[in-house]
């Protein structure tokens, strides 16, 4: 039986505060992971993973419920493990995926508390096509926040999501709405929605940040062209959390292309 939101929320901060723990969120960690994308230097991490305990919520109600038989999760690019620790502590295997080696030493205290957690880590880039180091599959494979990341096409990834799914697992990706009301806003007064050209610019290459955001139609029609059939369809907002926000984006409240983030389960 899954538990409900107050009590998922609670669980969610706890594993955040262990998180934080293991791999304090310093100005040194920052500038060491923000070597392909610079925005990390200025950027406030503990409040995005604070406000993300709502990301994981909406992840959770996709979830199969846990019976007698295991349910099996495979996180793709899990990054500080927040979503990882969480579904893990509430009953599920996890195994983590990313491509920790970019970022030099930077996440070794990380890897050592996923490992004391008994979550398996592998060190490996599913945008590549050979992924021998797992002879696995999955109930649950998850990619949150990494499409957007891609410069080039996401074929090689899909097929790697794919592939390690079971016949009748879910494939569930979040990505980014580029409508996102607030979006528009700055559109409509000449700013620009893409990485400003100065990050871009001092950052290492390859540049890591966000290349192609989704609407909903073209996350759809990328699941068409994995072979894949939705399942579930969510839209939601994460970053606006106060009635003034939402009074002065309101149609984010009202209207689904509006809303910040969109969240899909796909099955073969």
């Not at 998180?19 to 995005?48: C, G, M, R």
């Not at 930077?106 to 797992?134: A, M, N, W, Y």
């Not at 990505?175 to 290492?204: F, H, Q, T």
Request: hydrophobic share 40%; charged share 25%; aromatic share 12%.
């Amino acid at each position: 039986m899954k538990i409900n939101k107050k009590n998922f929320k609670k669980l969610y901060f706890d594993c955040l505060r262990d998180i934080l723990k293991a791999q304090p969120i310093t100005n040194v960690f920052k500038e060491k992971i923000s070597k392909h994308d610079i925005s990390y230097i200025d950027y406030d991490l503990e409040n995005y993973l604070k406000k993300s305990w709502y990301r994981a919520w909406q992840v959770y109600k996709l979830l199969p419920d846990i019976s007698a038989n295991k349910i099996r999760i495979l996180d793709v690019g899990g990054f500080l493990g927040n979503f990882a620790v969480c579904f893990h502590r509430l009953g599920y295997e996890v195994v983590i995926v990313d491509v920790y080696e970019s970022y030099d030493d930077s996440f070794g205290t990380l890897k050592e508390f996923l490992i004391s957690e008994r979550i398996e880590v592998l060190d490996q880039d599913f945008t590549h096509s050979s992924q021998e180091k797992i002879n696995q599959t999955f109930d649950v494979v998850i990619c949150l926040a990494v499409l957007e990341h891609l410069a080039d096409s996401p074929k090689v990834l899909m097929d790697n999501l794919k592939h390690f799914l079971t016949d009748s697992g879910y494939l569930i990706l979040e990505v980014p709405n580029l409508l996102y009301w607030p979006k528009r806003i700055n559109m409509l007064i000449g700013r620009s929605i893409l990485p400003s050209i100065e990050v871009i610019y001092k950052s290492s290459i390859p540049f890591m940040g966000h290349h192609h955001e989704y609407t909903t139609g073209e996350i759809v029609e990328l699941a068409r062209l994995a072979g894949l059939k939705v399942s579930h369809l969510v839209h939601y907002n994460y970053s606006i959390d106060n009635l003034r926000g939402y009074l002065i984006y309101l149609p984010i409240l009202i209207c689904n292309n509006c809303k910040e983030i969109i969240l899909i389960r796909l099955i073969k």
